[in-house]
């Protein structure tokens, strides 16, 4: 469905990606794993054409994505949830919704979707009037969800869904993408969390300094000696 070969991104001299290839399956749940600056979110960021690639190609369904604007990605079936939730604050969770499906023309289609959204997330509903500035920051997250969803995506993104949330929101938001997924959206995660990232997903790949390093099913990954040492505590 999804594939990335041998993409380079750089910051100036700095190198955000160097030769990353990866692929994603229709129905996968895959994670990038790695260390702080590893290049996980830039791997996101150019799959969303927010990053102009320095060499190689991204390809969804066929399509080459490479090259076309954020907008045109959307309308392809690629959504992305970004680190930090994003929300914007001054806007109320309705609001916030609505930009979800700011691209749609199905108006009526995309209002019963947010209406089942909400029947997903109860917390949200309660709050539909709040500004999003004033929801706590597992409540932002599931905004951040819930947003990225109103694009009706085939492929959805996370970076870092459970960075800085409280552990029973951590749980909350690891049991949504795993519902998400199991009702036949595709999910490609960034996760600083590798054990947690490692136990959800059926695929990953290991970052290091901009490069991938490792790849293999979650299991394969869980046993490797190298991975355990690094990044899972021993
Ligand atoms: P983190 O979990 O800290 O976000 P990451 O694995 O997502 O880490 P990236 O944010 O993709 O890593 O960063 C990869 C490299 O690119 C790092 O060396 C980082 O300093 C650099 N980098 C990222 N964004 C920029 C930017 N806007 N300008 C300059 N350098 C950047």
Known sequence: MLK???????????????????????????????????????????????????????????HLVSG?????????????????????????????LEMGAYR??????ARDDMERLLDKFPRLRERIKQTAGTLSGGEQQM?????????????????EPSL??????????????????REGVTVLMVEQNAYAALEMCDRAYLLENGRIVKDGTASEMLADPAIRRAYLGG
């Open 4 to 62: 990335l070969d041998q993409v380079s991104v750089r910051y100036g001299s700095t190198i955000g990606v160097e030769r990353v290839s990866l692929h994603v399956r229709e129905g996968e749940l895959v994670t990038l794993i790695g260390a702080n600056g590893a290049g996980k979110s830039t791997t996101l960021r150019a799959i969303n054409g927010l990053e102009p690639l320095a060499s190689g190609t991204i390809r969804f369904d066929g």
């Open 68 to 96: 076309a604007t954020p907008a045109a990605i959307i309308e392809l079936g690629i959504s992305h949830c970004p680190e930090g939730r994003r929300v914007f604050p001054q806007l109320t969770v309705r609001e916030n």
């Open 104 to 109: 749609r023309t199905d108006r009526q289609r």
């Open 143 to 159: 905004l951040a969800i819930a947003r990225a969803l109103m694009s009706r995506p085939r492929l959805v993104m996370f970076d």
């Open 164 to 181: 800085g949330l409280a552990p029973n929101f951590v749980e909350m938001i690891f049991d949504l993408i795993l519902e998400i997924r």
